[in-house]
């Protein structure tokens, strides 16, 4: 059974910093593209980061562009997201993904494998 698990959210204060993790299991995800959307009460579920499999090739959001880093080790089939400055506008549920193609995409419809979500709130 393939999963992928998170883990790092939590209750911060603007300004302040968080890092998640996300683990796969179930297969490798050497070949495979890994990142993060994230969903706010309201609306709809977006694209954070992501990270390619190949050369470690990074997209961001231009919402977090210069405050959040991706990240991958791939000997632990893990992603990282460390989050700084972070904003009110940053509270959503994170979410964890991964494709099947080695290539980011902000595509939501790339992603195969999805996490259960880690809550991060910030508070003014």
């Known amino acids: 059974q393939v999963q992928l698990v998170e883990s790092g959210g939590g209750l911060v204060q603007a300004g302040g910093s968080l890092r998640l993790s996300c683990t796969g299991s179930g297969r490798s995800f050497n070949s495979s593209s890994m990142g993060w959307f994230r969903q706010a009460p309201g609306k709809e579920r977006e694209f954070v980061a992501a990270?390619?499999?190949?050369?470690?090739?990074?997209g961001y959001a231009d919402s977090v562009k210069g405050r959040f880093t991706i990240t991958r080790d791939n000997a632990k089939d893990t992603i990282y997201l460390q989050m700084t400055s972070l904003k009110v506008e940053d509270t959503a549920v994170y979410y964890c993904v991964a494709s099947t193609r080695p290539l980011t995409s902000t595509n939501i419809r790339e992603y195969n494998y999805w996490g259960q979500g880690t809550q991060v709130s910030v508070t003014s």
């Open positions: 990270i390619s499999s190949i050369l470690g090739l990074r």
